[in-house]
């Protein structure tokens, strides 16, 4: 559709349909259904050319900093919490955008995606042909470089930027994520989604792909059932609701993207902020064990909306990897010295107390019994 009357259009440094990049099609034969496990170092076709094309971006200078490998450690305590000390990110990253509401419009007033430079592109990614016609994911997703990357490999998935979409997850875009995971062989790589008031530093639609070669017990924790559709985390670093699909169809990934997003509109419309977190993972009982299994599973935490500036001293920047488990830390003393204690209890501080959750979580199951 046509993009919305803004009154004010981007500043486009150079239009987006100017920007080259190569084309990526694949195909839903190409998602990698088994034998995808700790260690691994196999890579798919997806894998290598997103790779590939990210090292290239970082030997032309295209980051804000030359990503090291950074110190990493296992918090000691049941949860395995990964930490790691990334202080460039905390100062050289860009400077989140000041937002008022978890609905807030587009506005090309402030840093949007039709403004990075052409190279940080890396592919133009697109679904072959296919007889589910509707139900395809966005016509074309862009993949971008993250310029001021977690991990190698971090990336930003965009749908049709010149589109002005707010940072309000959709359906077809969460469709999309879902594939990239499955056309990954690496256990590690996952998407997520942080809402406006949940960390998003950008009011521009857009999810991150990135790649922690590390597993977490999110991928494999046990779940309470509330409907079929619907499951609650409770064992895990932040209680989380849960869906999750063992199968790799359209239909079924198409069905797990509207059950999320239905959800997440929910919370909206509640004034509720929220983080979205997509790995490969074990069935909601647990039976399958550790592992990242072959299904995947789609962590969704409800939260209080955030709108100020983080502090300097706060322990961490909570969204949607913190939650997942994976904390990376701005500061020397905070990466040798923080504990399992205080990493959880900065992680849950924004989340909903137990009982609410759970009458939220009730109420979410019935929405979707609709």
Known sequence: GAPPNLGLQPQYLVPPHTWYSP??????????????AWPSTALSRFDRALLEAWQEREERGLFRYRLREPPTRVLPGPMRLLAQLNVQRATLRRRPQEVRSVTEPFSARHFNFTQIQPGELLLRLRRGTSTHGDR????????????????????????????????????ELLLAGLQLVLLSARPGFRVGFNSLGASASVNHLHLHGLDLPHPLLVESAPAEPLRDRLHVLWRVPAP??????????????????????????????????YNVFVTRGAPPD????????????????????NFEPEADDAVLAVALCELAGFLPLRSAAAFERLSEAE???AIRQPLLPEPEMRRLAADLARLLED
């Open 23 to 36: 084309s990526f099609v694949y195909h839903e034969d190409e998602f990698i259904l088994d034998g995808v």
């Open 136 to 171: 395809a994911a966005p016509a074309e997703l862009l993949v971008a470089i993250n310029v001021s990357p977690l991990l190698r490999g971090h990336v930003l998935l965009l749908p049709e930027p010149g589109l002005f979409l707010p940072q309000r997850l959709t359906p």
């Open 240 to 273: 989380a609701l849960l869906f999750y699909t063992p199968g790799a169809g359209l239909d079924a990934l198409d069905a797990l993207a509207r059950d999320a997003c239905r959800v997440s509109e929910r919370l909206l419309a509640l004034g509720l902020a």
């Open 286 to 305: 647990g039976s399958a064990g550790p592992g990242p299994g072959s299904g995947l599973r789609l962590l969704l935490w409800p939260r209080r909306p």
């Open 343 to 345: 990493a959880l209890r």
